[in-house]
C-alpha cells in the first residue's frame, strides 16, 4: 500500500507489483527469489513454453552453458524456439555464464575459451538465422539476470497465468503421441528437416512408412503431405 497525494494525504490505494510468471521447475535455481526480493510478484506455473514470461507478449527460455550445449546438441533448442517464436513475438534466449572463467567476445555473442566455443558460435548462428525475431541475451549471474528482468518489464503488461499455462498444451500432447508411437532419434531427425514443424511433423510421420520411405520422397510428393495438414 502507499499513501495518496491528494490533499489530506490520508488515503491509501492498493500498489500492483510487478508480475513474472515462472515454470516450477525454475524454482530449483535462486533466480525467483532474488526477484521476489526485488519486489516482483513471482506466480508458478507448470510451462510448456518458456521458462518466464514477464508480458503477454515476452518469453524468456534460460539457459546455463552446459544446459546450452546439450540442448543444442539434441536439437531441443530449435524446438524451444520454435515454440517461443509461434506464441510470442518477443522470444528471448537468455544464457548464464560463469563470470569467475574466462571468456571473450567473438562477433555478437560472449563465448568461453575452451574448444567448443566454435561449435557453440555456429549453432547459435544457425539458430538466428532461422529465427530473426529471438534475442540472444548474456548474463555473467542470476544477480544481473534479475536486474535484467526488473528493466524489460518496466512499463510492460503484465502476464496472466492461465494464458501461459495454456500455452503449448496442445503440442505437448501431439508430443506425448509422438513419443509413445515414434523411436525418439527418428523424431528428432524428422523434426530438424526443412519446412518441418510442430504442426506437420506428426502427419509427416504417420504417412512415412519408415526413414529410408521419407528420405526417397520427391519434392512432389512432400508438397502434397504439406497441402493435406
Same mark, same amino acid.
Given at each position: 500500500?502507499?499513501?495518496?497525494?491528494? *490533499?489530506?494525504? #490520508?488515503?491509501?490505494?492498493?500498489?500492483?507489483?510487478?508480475?513474472?510468471?515462472?515454470?516450477?521447475?525454475?524454482?530449483?535455481?535462486?533466480?525467483?527469489? !532474488?526477484?521476489?526480493?526485488?519486489?516482483?510478484?513471482?506466480?508458478?506455473? @507448470?510451462?510448456?513454453? #518458456?521458462? $518466464?514470461?514477464?508480458?503477454?507478449?515476452?518469453?524468456?527460455? %534460460?539457459?546455463?552453458?552446459?544446459? +546450452?550445449? #546439450?540442448?543444442?546438441?539434441?536439437? %531441443? &533448442? $530449435?524446438?524451444?524456439? !520454435?515454440?517461443?517464436? %509461434? $506464441?510470442?513475438?518477443?522470444?528471448?534466449?537468455?544464457?548464464?555464464?560463469?563470470?569467475?572463467?574466462?571468456?571473450?567476445?567473438? /562477433?555478437?555473442?560472449?563465448?568461453? @575459451?575452451?574448444?567448443?566455443?566454435?561449435?557453440? =558460435?555456429?549453432? &547459435?548462428?544457425?539458430?538466428?538465422?532461422?529465427?530473426? =525475431? +529471438?534475442?540472444?541475451?548474456?548474463?555473467?549471474?542470476?544477480?544481473?539476470?534479475?536486474? &535484467?528482468?526488473?528493466?524489460?518489464?518496466?512499463?510492460?503488461?503484465?502476464?496472466?497465468? *492461465?494464458?501461459?499455462?495454456?500455452? #503449448?498444451?496442445?503440442?505437448?500432447?501431439?508430443?506425448?503421441? =509422438? !513419443?509413445?508411437?515414434?523411436?525418439?532419434?527418428?523424431?528428432?531427425?524428422?523434426?530438424?528437416?526443412? /519446412?518441418?514443424?510442430?504442426?506437420?511433423?506428426?502427419? +509427416?510421420?504417420?504417412?512415412?512408412?519408415?526413414?529410408?520411405?521419407?528420405?526417397?520422397?520427391? %519434392?512432389?510428393?512432400?508438397?502434397? $503431405?504439406?497441402?493435406?495438414?
Amino acid at each position: 500500500m502507499k499513501k495518496s497525494t491528494r *490533499a489530506g494525504g #490520508g488515503d491509501v490505494e492498493p500498489v500492483t507489483l510487478p508480475k513474472i510468471i515462472v515454470d516450477m521447475r525454475e524454482f530449483r535455481s535462486e533466480l525467483p527469489s !532474488l526477484l521476489y526480493k526485488r519486489g516482483i510478484d513471482i506466480e508458478p506455473v @507448470t510451462l510448456q513454453v #518458456g521458462d $518466464y514470461i514477464l508480458s503477454p507478449d515476452m518469453c524468456v527460455e %534460460r539457459k546455463s552453458i552446459s544446459d +546450452l550445449i #546439450g540442448s543444442l546438441n539434441s536439437g %531441443r &533448442l $530449435y524446438t524451444q524456439a !520454435l515454440s517461443m517464436t %509461434r $506464441y510470442y513475438s518477443k522470444p528471448i534466449l537468455l544464457i548464464e555464464f560463469d563470470e569467475k572463467k574466462p571468456f571473450v567476445l567473438q /562477433g555478437r555473442y560472449y563465448l568461453s @575459451t575452451d574448444e567448443s566455443s566454435n561449435d557453440i =558460435r555456429s549453432k &547459435l548462428q544457425l539458430l538466428t538465422l532461422h529465427f530473426p =525475431r +529471438l534475442r540472444i541475451v548474456w548474463s555473467p549471474s542470476p544477480f544481473s539476470t534479475a536486474q &535484467l528482468f526488473h528493466e524489460l518489464k518496466e512499463g510492460k503488461d503484465e502476464p496472466s497465468a *492461465a494464458a501461459a499455462a495454456a500455452v #503449448g498444451n496442445e503440442d505437448a500432447h501431439l508430443e506425448d503421441e =509422438r !513419443l509413445e508411437k515414434y523411436n525418439i532419434e527418428i523424431q528428432d531427425f524428422v523434426a530438424k528437416l526443412p /519446412g518441418v514443424n510442430s504442426k506437420n511433423v506428426n502427419h +509427416l510421420l504417420n504417412k512415412g512408412k519408415s526413414l529410408p520411405h521419407l528420405l526417397t520422397l520427391s %519434392r512432389k510428393k512432400y508438397q502434397k $503431405y504439406w497441402e493435406t495438414v
